[in-house]
Nanobody, 116 residues
Framework: QVQVVESGGGLVKVGGSLRLSCAASGRIGNIYIMGWYRQAPAKEREFVANTVRGGTTNYADSVKGRFTISGDIFKETVSLQMSSLRPEDTALYYC??????????WGQGTQVTVSS
């Protein structure tokens, strides 16, 4: 069974940067969207950014101008460059890969903690 694995989380100070990466353990195929979500303690999981087949990217308002998503549909990898990090960016970050057929694959998450 294909697994999606995130990496790159960690502890960083306010204003710092981190780069998250995500890759599948095996070939998924027919990928349509790759994206990132996050969930802070006691909060709902929320959308952060995604990249759609063809190159369109979308961002949550809270991260626009600070985060940059980049993905390779054919290599089935996606990264999230995070800059100017704030305490409110602290969360468990999840990668989601969705196929043309609507199948979704989620990773287990990688923790990002921003200290003030």
């Amino acid at each position: 069974q294909v697994q999606v694995v995130e990496s790159g989380g960690g502890l960083v100070k306010v204003g710092g940067s981190l780069r998250l990466s995500c890759a599948a353990s095996g070939r998924i195929g027919n990928i349509y969207i790759m994206g990132w979500y996050r969930q802070a303690p006691a909060k709902e999981r929320e959308f952060v950014a995604n990249t759609v087949r063809g190159g369109t990217t979308n961002y949550a308002d809270s991260v626009k101008g600070r985060f940059t998503i980049s993905g390779d549909i054919f290599k089935e990898t996606v990264s999230l460059q995070m800059s100017s990090l704030r305490p409110e960016d602290t969360a468990l970050y999840y990668c989601k890969i969705q196929t043309n057929y609507g199948d979704s694959y989620w990773g287990q998450g990688t923790q990002v903690t921003v200290s003030s």
